[in-house]
């Protein structure tokens, strides 16, 4: 059983497009992320969802929404598609327990191309 | 600010060879600290964490890291590379506060392994 998955693996699309990224997390966690890593394999946060409300928000273009429709989904919708969202980005998820870590789980990334 | 540096862009050891991987990190409390394995067009695997306690552990796969306060280090070392082993490492430490729980990653390490 896949612990946190990600759909499309990959995405090739034109720049403009809008598009979306489902991921989904059968552990049990109240929380997802998601991660961005870059052409040069630099990783940072993007969004963090606890019970469905946005925790973090790091500075990330008003063009990219995320979604949480229950604890167990995170997607992330991108509109007007630019050359500089080429990337992978990864879904995560953990249980949040006030100023604790607990362990995240990563997904398998989408590699998202944009001609 | 939290930081985390990862000096080692790429290094090439021989098949058997001893391997230490450097990372060296900035924060105000004590740290959550991780390793991350990505192999080729795969996700991330947690290779071994420090929470608190023995300085010394032990992780998958024949990895072990030490956390040395007095460095701000965090360095990966393994006694016998194993081709497999030829992959992506990240460094990262989780950072704690309030409702936010997110990983900061270093820029990677490539390890390449010689036959």
């Known amino acids: 059983d896949t612990a946190v998955s990600q759909t499309p693996k990959y995405l090739v699309t034109q720049m403009g497009n809008d598009k979306s990224i489902k991921c989904e997390q059968n552990?049990?966690?109240?929380?997802m992320y998601w991660y961005k890593q870059d052409s040069k394999k630099f990783l940072k946060i993007m969004f963090s969802?606890?019970?469905?409300?946005?925790?973090i928000n790091e500075t990330v273009p008003n063009r990219f929404s995320p979604k949480s429709p229950d604890k167990a989904h995170l997607n992330l919708h991108i509109n007007s598609l630019e050359l500089g969202d080429s990337a992978v980005y990864f879904c995560?998820?953990?249980?949040?327990?006030?100023?604790?870590?607990?362990?995240?789980?990563f997904g398998p990334g989408t590699r998202l191309t944009v001609l | 600010a939290q930081s985390v540096t990862q000096p080692d862009i790429h290094i090439t050891v021989s098949e058997g060879a001893s391997l230490e991987l450097r990372c060296n990190y900035s924060?105000?409390?004590?740290?959550?600290l991780f390793w991350y394995v990505q192999s080729p067009g795969q996700g991330l695997q947690l290779l071994l964490k420090?929470?608190?306690?023995?300085?010394l552990v032990q992780g998958i796969k024949g990895f072990e890291a030490e956390f040395k306060r007095s460095q701000s280090s965090f360095n990966l070392r393994k006694p016998s590379v194993h081709w497999s082993d030829a992959a992506e490492y990240f460094c990262a430490v989780g950072a704690t506060g309030g409702a936010t729980n997110k990983l900061i990653f270093g820029t990677g390490t490539l390890l390449a392994v010689q036959p």
């Open positions: 995560a998820s953990s249980l949040l327990s006030g100023g604790a870590w607990n362990e995240q789980f």
């Open positions: 924060y105000g409390a004590t740290p959550y």
């Open positions: 420090y929470f608190s306690g023995d300085t």
């Open positions: 552990l049990g966690h109240d929380t």
């Open positions: 969802y606890n019970n469905k409300e946005l925790i």
